[in-house]
C-alpha cells in the first residue's frame, strides 16, 4: 500500500516539476556565452548545438545569422522556423533548448570582488542608458550587452566618446560595426573604461 502511495505520489509530482522547469527556461532570456540545442524535425543535419557569440547572435545553415541574445528560447525558435520556411515545403519544427548556461567570469580574471564600470549609450540602440559592466568588457561585448541597434542605427557610424583622464579632453573615435561583424577589423576587441560614452547615431535618410 506504501508503494503504491509513493508512486502515485510521483505521478502527481513528476508534471508539477516538468511544468515549473519548462516555465523557468521560457522566462529565462539567452545571454552571449550560452549553448543552444537546435533540432530541426524534417532535416537531421540542422540539428546541432551552437554557443552564442560575444555579438549575441548564432548561425545557422539555410537560416544564416540571428540575434539571440536577451531573447527567449521560443523566440529564437520562431525566428529559425520563419528563417527556414522557403527551403521545405511547409513550415519546419524547429525545437530550441538551453544546453548549457554561460560560465560567470569576474571582472579581474578570478578577483571576487566583481568590481564594475560604468558605461552610457545614448542613441538609435536596443537599450540606453547606463550599463555596468565588467572591467574587461569589450566594444563588442558592450553591442550585445546593449540588445544591439534599433532599425534606425547608422551602424557605421558608431561613436566611442572617451574622457583623457589626464587632459579632461574628450576623445572620439569612429567604429563601423558592420565591418566588425564582418571581421574586417579588430575594433570590436577594444577595452573600454569607466565613464566611456557610446553614441549611436540615426541613419541618415540615403544610408
Known sequence: MRIFIALFSGLLIMPLLLSTAGHAQDSYLIRPGDSLRIEVLED??????????????????????????????????ADLANRLTSNFAVKPNVFVSLERLAEKTTSSGGNATGRTIDIYVVGEA????????????????????????????????????????????EKVYMFNYDAIERGENNGGNTRLMDGDVILVPQRKLFE
Not at 548545438?49 to 523566440?75: M, N
Not at 550599463?131 to 541597434?149: D, H, I, K, P, Y
Not at 557605421?156 to 572617451?162: A, G, N, P, T, W
Open 44 to 77: 537531421e543535419n540542422l540539428n546541432r548545438t551552437t554557443l552564442v557569440a560575444p555579438d549575441g547572435r548564432i548561425t545557422l545553415p539555410l537560416a544564416g545569422s540571428i540575434k539571440a541574445s536577451g531573447r527567449g528560447v521560443e523566440q529564437v525558435q
Open 126 to 169: 536596443a537599450k540606453s542608458g547606463k550599463l555596468a559592466v565588467s572591467q574587461r568588457t569589450t566594444l563588442l561585448q558592450l553591442f550585445s550587452e546593449m540588445g544591439g541597434f534599433s532599425k534606425f542605427a547608422a551602424t557605421k557610424r558608431i561613436q566611442l566618446r572617451r574622457i583623457d583622464p589626464k587632459t579632461r579632453a
